[in-house]
């Protein structure tokens, strides 16, 4: 299948300028970011006093607190840390059907330039059957235009293999941040387990589900032979009204399902038909689910 040619437009970037990507825990990191820790070190923001212990650096001594009590205290500080920020893209074979490649390229090339603004350290990494090497970026707006480029060259293609490329990544004993997933999480895989996997090593989940609209409400009927689009596998069944109203059910039921394990994880979860525009779904439900402010 032909798939959309891959743009974004200068007036939305410029929109986005006003937004920052947002996370809820608190990971250790290196100073620059802009979500404030709970973590004690050096930074600009007060947070406490503590008994100097030998080794402790003399600069951070509250000299003021010494002349007056002849005791040594240390000052400190909450971090700001730049924690990393992993976009998870998903390119296998059933994201290219509909305008879900499009819609998902868009939405990653956004969040990104978002990180990018902000001074995050950001990472796309497309996975199907296994991680891809993807593309590590920061540093500011100026160095979109390689994430542009290299968004526009990915195609889709190949079976998903989500526990295979959860393992590869909690192997490679990678700093704990957040992992943004854009997927439509469809497939005869378990994704639930694999992604609570994810979230128990530390990291913290955002779920994007994208999907366009035949995935959730198919408009067919009669006598079908159906072949999934990744597994070849094909299944004959008579879908009739009553049939598309309990797929449905079922689809939202497992959107909910999704939902549920990130909210529970200390996570977010959207769900975006590709029906409702990309600019829309960031100002709108992007925002409303403040992964994004």
Request: glycine share 10%; proline share 3%; net charge negative.
């Amino acid at each position: 299948m032909a798939q959309a040619e891959f743009k974004i437009e200068t007036a939305f970037l410029e929109r986005l300028e006003r937004l920052t990507i947002h996370w809820q825990k608190s990971f250790p990191g290196v100073v620059g970011g802009h979500n404030a820790s709970r973590f004690s070190g050096p930074g600009q923001e007060f947070l406490d006093h503590r008994n100097f212990h030998s080794g402790d650096d003399l600069r951070a001594v509250n000299w003021r607190a010494y002349m007056r009590l002849e005791k040594l205290f240390l000052k400190l500080f909450t971090i700001e840390p730049r924690v990393p920020i992993r976009i998870f893209l998903d390119a296998s074979e059933s994201m290219g059907l509909g305008g879900k490649w499009d819609y998902a390229r868009r939405l990653a090339a956004a969040i990104t330039y978002v990180g990018l603004v902000r001074l995050d350290a950001m990472q796309l990494i497309p996975f199907r059957g296994e991680l891809e090497e993807g593309l590590a970026c920061g540093g500011g707006r100026h160095r979109f235009s390689p994430v542009a480029d290299y968004l526009a060259a990915l195609k889709t293609g190949g079976k998903t293999d989500v526990t295979r490329v959860v393992r590869e990544f909690l192997g490679g004993n990678r700093q704990k941040g957040l992992v943004i997933v854009i997927s439509d999480f469809l497939g005869e895989e378990d994704w639930l387990k694999p992604l609570q996997y994810m979230a128990d090593f530390g990291h913290e989940l955002t779920l994007i589900q994208v999907w366009d609209d035949v995935d959730r409400a198919p408009v067919v009927e009669g006598d079908l032979e159906i072949t999934e689009v990744e597994s070849g596998k094909q299944v004959k069944l008579t879908f009739d009204a009553k049939a598309r109203a309990q797929y449905t059910e079922a689809f939202d039921a497992y959107a909910e399902t999704l939902r549920h394990l990130a909210l529970r994880n200390q996570g977010r979860y959207t769900g975006l038909p590709t029906s409702t525009s990309v600019e829309e779904a960031v100002f709108g439900a992007l925002v409303a689910t403040q992964g994004l402010r």
